[in-house]
Nanobody, 126 residues
Framework: QVQLLESGGGLVQAGDSLRLSCAAS????????MGWFRQAPGKEREFVAA??????YYADSVKGRFTISRDNAKNTVYLQMNGLKPEDTAVYYC?????????????????????WGQGTQVTVSS
């Protein structure tokens, strides 16, 4: 059974940094697309960042502040978040795809992913 376990969330002040981790088990996702999405209270879940076997993708709102990376040996993907803002407050979800070849629009959409974690809360105070 595939499981994605997020960790690293917490309460921080504006300008601080956090690193989220997503450890996958039950299947190896080396070089398969993995992504981060987030959902703020009262809002729809939105794309944050994704990594394929060769490229990375970011939402405009986080570009230049967040960095997605992966450690294939650990079957883990990370999201380094710097310069956090109150509007980054949300539950952050990790996702993984079964297909290695997704188009860019699909990588940026929830529909491209087959497995989801339970989420980790990130709260940024002003």
């Amino acid at each position: 059974q595939v499981q994605l376990l997020e960790s690293g969330g917490g309460l921080v002040q504006a300008g601080d940094s956090l690193r989220l981790s997503c450890a996958a088990s039950g299947r190896t996702f080396n070089n398969y697309p993995m992504g981060w999405f987030r959902q703020a209270p009262g809002k729809e879940r939105e794309f944050v960042a994704a990594i394929s076997w060769i490229n990375t993708y970011y939402a405009d709102s986080v570009k230049g502040r967040f960095t997605i990376s992966r450690d294939n040996a650990k079957n883990t993907v990370y999201l380094q978040m710097n310069g956090l803002k109150p509007e980054d407050t949300a539950v952050y979800y990790c996702a993984a795809a079964k297909s290695a070849r997704l188009t860019v629009p699909v990588i940026r959409s929830q529909g491209g992913y087959d497995y989801w974690g339970q989420g980790t809360q990130v709260t940024v105070s002003s």
